[in-house]
């Protein structure tokens, strides 16, 4: 794994209050910059260990297990990648990208939960129409969202594996695609999408009683086409689902992008899709930082990841049908990871020969929600 000098959490540390006072973040988006910066540290507690062999003693602080945490994803990505794969149907799958126009972006933060979840009822409309219309079948997706650029901006965007099967009315597994590279025409499903979007987002804000400030920009968007990818099928399931998962416990940034740190900002490293990827460097305020990085902090107990068609908890009936699903020992999460990773957690890092084990635990810290930041908490209501 690749080391780094720099962490968001030092960014945290250096910058919220200054943060605080500038943008008065709500109290959800403080407990959560507060539980990153802890992340590791004395304040959650942990556990110490001593070595079977050479008889040295480790001090191991415990995570902070939050979604928003650079430190604290890739063990599940790695978890979330060997279940899909097993539920997977072995069969081709499209990768479909569905993006919001940047005008909406507005709209968007006004009530993002809202315009989330939105977002997914669209793109599963959408999907499951086209998936009867074309072919007579039930599909599927997994799907999962998205919001930050590499530059940290605001870019609202749902990625989706498709399977290229699907249940027919009649309940039989049925292959679909054409020509093996083509699943739906995209100009129509960019279409659609659109639709069922607008018409939505139109139906909220009457609701709210602020469509009038929005009306004309929502009329210049039913004529603009929207960003709707689809990539051709990229080899078979397992490869398609190690895909998908590169996206789907990521965070807005991780600790190895950040370049340095000091009082005038934040340096990070970023790709520039409209410059052959090339890897160039952005400098921000530590402000300025904190405000986009919150920005991408989804709402309490937002599902990010969602499943439909045969790949829901309902469809779990239809998969049966074209799969044979074996049952495996329970593994505890050290021995998942180090087959998954070669990580192994009990291996002693002096002697590398002996087995750590549990002699003692640490317990957290018990300090006032926000500890970290010294003035007056702004709650927005």
Same mark, same amino acid.
């Not at 009530?111 to 793109?123: E, I, L, S």
């Not at 609202?156 to 049925?174: E, R, S």
């Given at each position: 794994? +690749? ?32 539980? &990153?910066?802890?992340?590791?540290? $004395? ?7 001593? +070595? ?16 928003? +945490?650079?430190k604290c994803q890739s063990s599940k990505q790695a978890f979330w990648v ?19 126009? $940047?005008?909406?972006?507005? &709209? ?7 315009? /989330? ?6 793109? $599963? ?6 998936? /009867? ?113 590169? /996206? ?21 490293? /970023? ?5 052959? +990827? ?41 998969? $049966? ?61």
């Amino acid at each position: 794994m +690749c080391s780094t000098t720099f962490e968001v959490a030092q960014i945290i540390e250096r910058f919220s209050i200054q943060f605080q006072q500038q943008y008065k973040p709500n109290i959800f988006i403080l407990r959560t910059l507060n539980t &990153i910066h802890k992340c590791r540290t $004395a304040s959650l507690g942990g556990h110490i260990e001593k +070595c079977d062999c050479c008889g040295k003693i480790r001090v191991s602080y415990n995570s902070c297990r939050n979604r928003n +945490c650079p430190k604290c994803q890739s063990s599940k990505q790695a978890f979330w990648v060997e279940d899909r794969v097993n539920d997977a149907l072995n069969v081709k799958h499209f990768h479909i990208v569905f993006t919001i126009p $940047a005008q909406l972006n507005e &709209i968007c933060l006004l009530n993002n939960k809202w315009f /989330y979840n939105t977002m997914f009822a669209c793109v $599963a409309e959408t999907l499951r129409t086209f998936g /009867y219309s074309h072919y007579g079948v039930e599909s599927g997706a997994i799907c999962v969202l998205h919001t930050w650029g590499q530059t940290l901006s605001f870019h609202p965007h749902i990625h989706c594996i498709v399977p290229a099967a699907g249940i027919t009315l009649k309940g039989k597994a049925k292959r679909i695609g054409k020509q093996g590279n083509y699943l739906y025409p995209v100009q129509m499903l960019s279409a659609t999408f659109r639709g069922k979007m607008l018409e939505k987002i139109k139906f909220q804000l009457a609701k709210t009683k602020v469509l009038y400030k929005y009306k004309s920009l929502l009329n210049v968007l039913w004529k603009k086409p929207w960003n709707v990818h689809c990539e051709p099928p990229l080899g078979n399931s397992k490869q398609i689902v190690k895909y998908l998962g590169k /996206y789907t416990h990521r965070v807005a940034i991780s600790n190895q992008r950040i370049k340095n740190i000091d009082e005038s900002g934040v340096s990070f490293f /970023y790709k520039d899709y409209s410059d052959k +990827c090339k890897r160039k460097i952005l400098k921000l305020s530590g402000v300025e930082f904190l405000r986009r990085f919150s920005m991408h902090i989804l709402p309490y107990r937002f599902v990010k990841i969602r499943y439909y068609g045969i790949y829901s908890s309902k469809g779990k009936s239809l998969l $049966a049908k074209t799969k044979k699903i074996i049952a495996k020992p329970k593994e505890t999460i050290q021995e998942r990871l180090l087959r998954l990773t070669g990580f192994d957690v009990y291996k002693c890092p002096f002697c590398k020969k002996g087995k750590m084990f549990e002699i003692g635990i640490l317990p957290r810290i018990r300090s006032p929600i926000i500890r970290l930041f010294k003035t007056k908490l702004y709650v927005d209501n």
